[in-house]
């Protein structure tokens, strides 16, 4: 259904753009010592390290982290962020 007849000229499908990226992720060896995810804000150079239960902003709170991903959730809404090393 990508040329609809019905669908205004020039439409498209709207896209989420995410408002944090994982930039990595500190699993610890020894259980005393939480896990780490270190986020970068999209829109400014704002990084964050949260532990899971902490929050980010006043809508976004780490529920888990796990390697290379770390499980985000915004208004009862989990989303998961992967990291994607580029080369």
Partial sequence: MDNNLFRPLGWRESVLVESYRLIGTLLPTDDPTPSR????????????????GETIDNHTKAVSIAHKSVVLETDGKQRTLRLYIRF
């Fill in 37 to 52: 995810a270190i986020l970068q804000s999209a829109t400014g150079n704002t990084r964050h390290i949260i532990s899971p």
